[in-house]
């Protein structure tokens, strides 16, 4: 028997990162003794973890610098400068809301400074184009402090592509203050001062419905208003693993996340990965910690089967082992995997 299994999760958060669940997967067809080879493509959705997923699979160097965190604090950040130029930004890393205690969390004060500031330092170590990666912040300023360390300007004409891992507008009931508020420490007199702060941005107004818009407390709106491409997190993660080639060459992609619900769907990277799989005619398996009936909506976007994991923290790996040695063999003895009934 010949061929691969294409490991390609997310990260089961708070429990494996992706790069572990990649490795348990493939330490369980290993174990299958069947022929076939495993091959490890961690995967991200856009938000934390993208630069490690992209790090994992293409290399890179770290670099670091001193920017503001969400409270105006120094803070040392990192970014990822990958081969051939590209650099990958996380908001998270430079205003993210674990940079915050509980008690600290104040969306009226925080300002997206410090990012703007960690962008300009890769630009000025050579960047010839910029990932900017958007999720886990812990500002609803519409990206006010971003503009103002740029200076207002798209930074110095390099390419910014944005990953945005959600598809929120900027205002509104799914806005940046409705939606995110409350999970960032806004009562709900503040996130109304919110919505009023932003729906005031006018340069920001043509940009208000953009998918993505209201991603990491309108940063999403922020960084179109600079000039930068808005893009769903799983498809510019995929895009810069060279995805559809790898998936292409296997007999089976195996992906997954902690929790496949109805989010699971809406730009998450079993949905990125199970479009790209039906379009190539390759099967795809989706793991959960936890599989909600929600979740099978990923069938109509081309996953061939979605299955549960044990639902015990303390197995989640020895699960994605147990799950790697079952298909591996189900995939020997049957030539491939049928597609569930959904």
Request: hydrophobic fraction near 45%; glycine fraction near 14%; charge should be negative.
């Amino acid at each position: 028997m010949t061929g691969t299994i294409l490991c390609a999760p997310d990260s089961l958060k708070g429990v494996l990162s992706a790069a572990a669940a990649a490795s348990a997967l493939a330490r369980g067809v290993a174990r299958s003794a069947v022929g076939l080879a495993a091959h490890e493509l961690p995967l991200a959705d856009g938000g934390e973890g993208t630069a490690d997923a992209l790090h994992a699979s293409l290399g890179g160097a770290w670099r670091t610098a001193v920017v503001s965190d969400p409270l105006g604090r120094p803070v040392e950040a990192r970014w990822l400068a990958l081969p051939g130029g590209r650099a990958v930004v996380e908001s998270a890393r430079a205003i993210g809301l674990p940079l915050l205690a509980e008690g600290e969390r104040d969306p009226l004060r925080a300002t997206s400074r410090g990012l703007g500031e960690l962008v300009l330092a890769a630009v000025r170590e050579g960047a010839s184009e910029l990932l900017v990666t958007l999720g886990g912040s812990a500002t609803v300023d519409g990206g006010a402090g971003l503009l103002e360390a740029l200076d207002g300007r798209a930074p110095l004409g390099v390419p910014v592509r944005v990953a945005c891992d959600v598809t929120n507008p900027l205002l509104g009931p799914r806005g940046a203050a409705r939606a995110f508020g409350p999970q960032k420490g806004a009562t709900p007199e503040v996130v109304e001062e919110l919505e009023r702060r932003l729906a005031a941005r006018s340069e920001l107004a043509q940009f208000a419905d953009l998918p993505g818009a209201g991603a990491a407390g309108g940063l999403g709106a922020a960084f179109a208003a600079l000039g930068a491409e808005l893009v769903p997190g799983s498809e510019l993660v995929l895009d810069a693993l060279d995805f559809a080639r790898r998936a292409g060459a296997a007999r089976l992609v195996v992906t997954g996340e902690g929790a496949v619900d109805a989010t699971s769907a809406e730009g998450k990277a079993p949905a990125g990965v199970a479009r790209a799989c039906a379009r190539l005619g390759v099967p795809c398996v989706v793991f959960g910690g936890r599989v909600e009936p929600a979740g099978r909506a990923l069938y109509a976007l081309g996953a061939t089967a979605i299955l549960p994991l044990s639902g015990r923290v303390e197995r989640a790996a020895d699960d994605l082992v147990d799950r790697g040695e079952a298909l591996a063999r189900l995939v020997t003895c049957l030539g491939g995997i049928e597609p569930d009934d959904g």
